[in-house]
Structure formats: structure tokens, C-alpha cells
């Protein structure tokens, strides 16, 4: 019966130390030495492989052609006629407008350059379209400069920022005071 070889990346010496690999037809020769301080080299460390520019854009291109498509749907299709888009569930259950009530109507205005009447059916859904260009505008600029484009994280207490404007802006367009940010 015949001893059972080691696999080619288990490294062993000369004569079955460390330096050197037995394997199928290559018993005890040792590895280049580019080839081991690769191998020692942990994958964090190792430098990220080159893309090219197209391939670096491709996410950032292919999110904006999302949100053009998406924009010139609305565009051409008015929110404010009825029976183009469904009521929204909470304004139809409760009679509360949610913070997105109004949103495809703004959409409809900003895809027509009318800030004005966008800004009049959500300005929070304005703010967040301008938040979003801003955001884009960085990943492009990263992406095609070959920088990671991760960039920082929100972290918890950004989140809760965002959910409390979004409560405090609920609120105050369903009270009598807040009756200009009604859609």
C-alpha cells in the first residue's frame, strides 16, 4: 500500500519541513518565494484589483438610470389625475397624511422643473430628492476616481435623527398650524 501524498499547498521542509511541497509528482520542491509571502500575506492587506472605468461607474450610472426611469414615468403619467396610482393605505384608512403623501405629485412637479408645486405637495420628499443628487454626486465622483466608494456608515443616532423629523413632520402636517404642508 502506498503512503498518501500531502495536497501541493501544504508546505514542508526539505525532506518534510516547512519551505518546501510534496504533492503528486512534485515530492519536496519548495515554493517561489513570491509564492509564499503571497500565501502570508492575509487577503486585508493584499491591494484591491484594478477595475476600469466603465466597470467602476456601472453602479452609480445604473442607479441614476433607475431614478431617471422612475421620474419620467411619473413624468408622463400625472399623479394627479385619479385612478393612475393606488390612495395611499393611511390617508384612505385613517384620513392622516404620512410623510410620503404627496411624494409622486412632488415627483411629477421636479420632473417638470416646477420646484415650486413640488415643494408645495412634499417638501420633504424634495429635500430627500436633493439629498440623494448630493449622495449620487459623491459615489460618482469616488467611483470614477477609483476610490472606495463606501463611504461613512449613519450610525444609529443618524437614524434616529431621521425618524424624528419624520414623526415631528407627520405631526405637524396633520395639526391645523401645518396646513401648508398639506399635498
Do not use: K, Q
Request: hydrophobic share 50%; with cysteine; proline share 12%.
Amino acid at each position: 500500500m502506498r503512503p498518501h501524498n500531502r495536497h501541493v499547498s501544504e508546505p514542508v521542509a526539505p525532506g518534510g519541513g516547512p519551505g518546501s511541497v510534496s504533492g503528486p509528482g512534485r515530492p519536496g520542491t519548495s515554493w517561489p518565494a513570491a509564492a509564499r509571502r503571497a500565501a502570508a500575506r492575509p487577503a486585508a492587506a493584499r491591494p484591491p484589483a484594478r477595475r476600469g472605468p466603465v466597470r467602476r461607474l456601472a453602479a452609480p450610472l445604473g442607479a441614476m438610470a433607475a431614478v431617471v426611469a422612475s421620474f419620467a414615468l411619473v413624468g408622463l403619467v400625472d399623479p394627479n389625475e385619479p385612478g393612475h396610482y393606488p390612495a395611499c393605505p393611511l390617508l384612505a384608512l385613517t384620513g392622516i397624511y404620512c410623510p410620503a403623501c404627496g411624494g409622486l405629485r412632488s415627483a411629477h412637479a421636479v420632473a417638470h422643473g416646477d420646484l415650486a408645486t413640488a415643494a408645495g405637495a412634499n417638501v420633504l420628499a424634495v429635500a430627500g430628492y436633493a439629498a440623494f443628487a448630493l449622495f449620487w454626486a459623491a459615489w460618482t465622483v469616488r467611483a470614477a476616481r477609483g476610490l472606495p466608494t463606501a463611504g461613512p456608515r449613519p450610525g444609529a443616532a443618524h437614524w434616529w435623527v431621521l425618524a424624528g423629523l419624520l414623526l415631528v413632520f407627520t405631526a405637524v402636517r396633520n395639526l391645523p398650524v401645518g396646513e401648508g404642508l398639506t399635498p
